[in-house]
């Protein structure tokens, strides 16, 4: 069992995502980085990998590498930024793990940071835009929420559900972060509260969409377990890909590059465990259950619902609260996303009493464009 | 100098596709890109231009509230799916104040209108959009 991981988590730190408007880029990955490799037992580090969206764009900065690794202290040791929208960080991780798997042994350092609020939301919603083809959909004033709520109509529309049943993913999930520490919004909703939210883009409402935060996530992956703590090792991931341009795909209720990703990572079917799903708005949480094969299409709104992805039941989704309830930190989300598994497995606080042993991370990039599907189990 | 925040020839040679809807046609099988691509599904790489049809159907729209820095001005936005001759097409729906009464299969036609302008010194964007042909009022 034990050289049966691509990597292994021996490392990990977030910080608790939020506006961090007295700190930059810098102050958030030394924040992070420092912890997590600290937790590893400060091994050597073959590589650096930056998971950041939007360096460049609110940041102002481009080459982060050399910035970020001065100002933690953390010498000669290459650094890669990996830039793949809000889908960073999960390959940003992909690419470490293929880096391990070359190098035969060692460590790599896996940093996803970002900064949307540097600027203010309009411009958010620009940079958001940019996940979408620039020339023929950001041109026009499209933005990825607009897309989603495409989805959100179609998929209504052929499994008859009422919005009403939609609302239920916001309010498990500020259910659920409303228990995490690291959440974002840590207050539970209503379904009042959903339903009297303003409209972003019909059906979508205020409710359906996750928060920019600024954060930063760090972990450090080996090739060896540390001896000394709990095994943790990703056993295997996935890559999927869908149509770039939105309108010339024809079915708008599936997000077809998680369906390849979990087909690339294998049989998904009887999986038990924790699961962490990339819920940038609510129907792409609900969307990438049935495109994962937790359930058939059309259900998981049903499923959800009568609470078969709660805790305690067979697949428990987003028990940290999801992008909905932690925040969308864009570049770093796919790294909250994994740290977030990594607690559960562990039953760190407050995810302890869980006893799961096997975990999915699926992280997406913007609307169906890019996804990677990784499992974890703990290694006995 | 005043800063310019969007590309001339950004805009410029995609002037084919915003004016005229112009898409390609692959030589060997027949299936119509828009946007254009440099490969065909099939293999080819050798297509001919191919205007697509002025009217078709809506599949789907939304109204979109929460907009970018360059639509302030313009918020709500009104996008739609319309099927032109097969092949699918996004944009901007207009002439519709009251898009609650669009329906599925709605009919469309192909306009062309202002998209957006570079500040008050840079220069305007145009392109084509989507108009109910009913209308929707």
Known sequence: ?380 | MVDQNLSVPKYWRKIPQYYRLTAVKCRKCGRVYFPPRAACECGSREFDEYELPRRGKLIEYTVLRSVTSDFEKQRPLAFGIADLGGVRVFGQLVDCPNPDKLSEGAEVEVVFRRVKEDSDYGIIYYGFKLRPVKGCW
Request: proline letters at 3%; charged letters at 20%; glycine letters at 10%.
């Open chain 1, 1 to 380: 069992m034990r050289n049966s991981a691509l990597g292994y988590i021996n490392g990990f730190a977030i910080t608790p995502p939020g506006r961090y408007y007295d700190k930059g880029y810098r102050e958030l990955f030394a924040e992070v980085a420092l912890k997590a490799l600290e937790a590893a037992g400060n091994p050597d580090i073959k590589a650096i990998y930056v998971a950041s969206a939007l360096s460049e764009l609110t940041g102002e900065q481009l080459a982060i590498g050399n910035v970020l690794r001065d100002y933690a202290g953390l010498r000669n040791i290459p650094s890669i930024r990996i830039e793949n929208g809000d889908g960073s960080g999960g390959f940003a991780i992909m690419t470490a793990l293929n880096h391990l798997a070359s190098a035969g042994n060692g460590c790599m350092l896996v940093v996803g940071v970002d900064k949307p609020h540097e600027v203010i939301s309009l411009k958010q919603n620009k940079y958001a835009s940019y996940l979408l083809d620039s020339d023929y959909e950001a041109y026009f004033g499209a933005t990825p929420v607009a897309l989603a709520a495409i989805m959100a109509k179609q998929y209504m529309r052929s499994y008859e559900y009422k919005y009403e049943d939609l609302a239920t993913w916001a309010i498990k999930m500020h259910e659920r972060g409303a228990k995490n520490p690291y959440a974002y919004f840590k207050r539970a909703a209503k379904l009042k509260d959903v339903l009297d939210s303003e409209l972003v883009a019909d059906p979508l409402r205020l409710y359906d969409v996750s928060p920019f935060v600024d954060g930063a996530a760090a972990l450090v992956l080996c090739s060896k377990p540390n001896p000394n703590d709990l095994a943790i090792g990703v056993v295997n991931y996935g890559f999927g890909a869908s149509n770039s341009y939105f309108a010339s795909r024809n079915d708008y209720t599936v997000l077809s590059s998680v369906v390849e990703a979990a087909k690339a990572v294998g049989p998904l079917e009887g999986f038990n465990g924790v699961v962490s799903v990339h819920d940038t708005y609510s129907i792409f949480g609900v969307l990438a259950l049935e495109a994962l094969g937790l359930c058939k299409r059309g259900s998981a709104l049903r499923l959800l619902n009568e609470g078969y992805f709660d805790q305690g039941g067979r697949v428990m989704v987003n028990l940290d609260g999801g992008l909905k309830a932690v925040g969308n930190s864009m570049g770093a989300s796919g790294v909250y996303q994994m740290v977030g598994v990594v607690m559960q497995l562990r039953g760190d606080k407050p995810f302890n009493g869980l006893n799961a042993e096997s975990a999915m991370v699926e992280d997406m990039v913007g609307v169906d464009q890019e996804s990677v599907v990784f499992t974890l189990r703990v290694v006995k």
